[in-house]
């Protein structure tokens, strides 16, 4: 069984509370029902497939994407008797496996960077990609090429936790989840990111949506 062919041979779950039109079932009871009915996996599937293939399509680039996206889930389904819901919920456990598999092709992420950073230099049309969320008020190209080039600079665990905001806009909290690292550490990690942005950007914030707080 694939979750690819799972998704498409299910429908979307719903439970009657007795009164109402039916409620969507939790993601986090829907994953411990996939645990008795294996097939119930694909209605996960279903839900956060598009996102989670946007998301390693800005990270890396479509043919990436097209190839990881059923990664992502096939190690879910395969590790979901071991999800625990009293560390967070399925929605960022995804995002984790996703990182998993970027930090597996950091070098293709960089050369996304790079390519960026060279049709900002070029004035060319740069791909679809990081800009579209990260550079929120960022609109001349050599201002986007010098994003591109400080992101490509960051440190892994900096650019993860800034994409993981910026892109999937993740909370703090489900940051850390994804991550597998304290909380704080999601803070002080963006908080350090976004000074040295704005510094290198002449104080303008490209944070999609987030605040300096």
């Known amino acids: 069984m694939t979750a690819h062919s799972t998704a498409h041979s299910t429908a979307r779950p719903t439970v009657r509370n007795g009164t109402g039109p039916p409620a969507a079932i939790s993601d986090e009871a829907l994953l411990e029902l996939s645990r008795r009915r294996p097939e119930r996996f694909g209605e996960l599937y279903d839900r956060y497939v ?16 097209d ?8 190690a879910a389904f ?22 998993n598999l970027i930090a597996l092709h950091r070098r293709t992420e960089a050369r996304r960077l790079a390519a960026l950073q060279r049709s900002a230099g070029a004035h060319e049309e740069p791909e679809h990609g990081h800009e579209e969320r990260v550079v929120i008020r960022v609109d001349a190209q050599s201002e986007q090429g010098r994003l591109a080039a400080e992101l490509r600079a960051l440190p892994d665990g900096d650019r993860d936790v ?13 940051v850390a989840q994804a991550l597998d690292i304290p909380y704080g550490t999601v803070g002080s990690r963006l908080s350090r990111v976004r000074r040295k942005l704005r510094a290198a950007l002449g104080g303008v914030n490209p944070l999609h949506g987030g605040s300096d707080g």
Do not use: N
């Open 50 to 65: 598009g996102e989670i293939h946007a998301y390693l399509g800005r990270r890396l680039d479509r043919q990436a994407a």
């Open 67 to 74: 190839d990881l996206t059923a990664e992502v889930f096939l």
């Open 78 to 99: 395969s590790k979901r008797a071991t999800f625990d819901p009293r560390r967070g919920t399925v929605r960022p456990w995804l995002y984790g496996f996703a990182g």
């Open 162 to 174: 800034l994409l993981l905001s910026a892109l999937a806009e993740l909370s703090h909290e489900e």
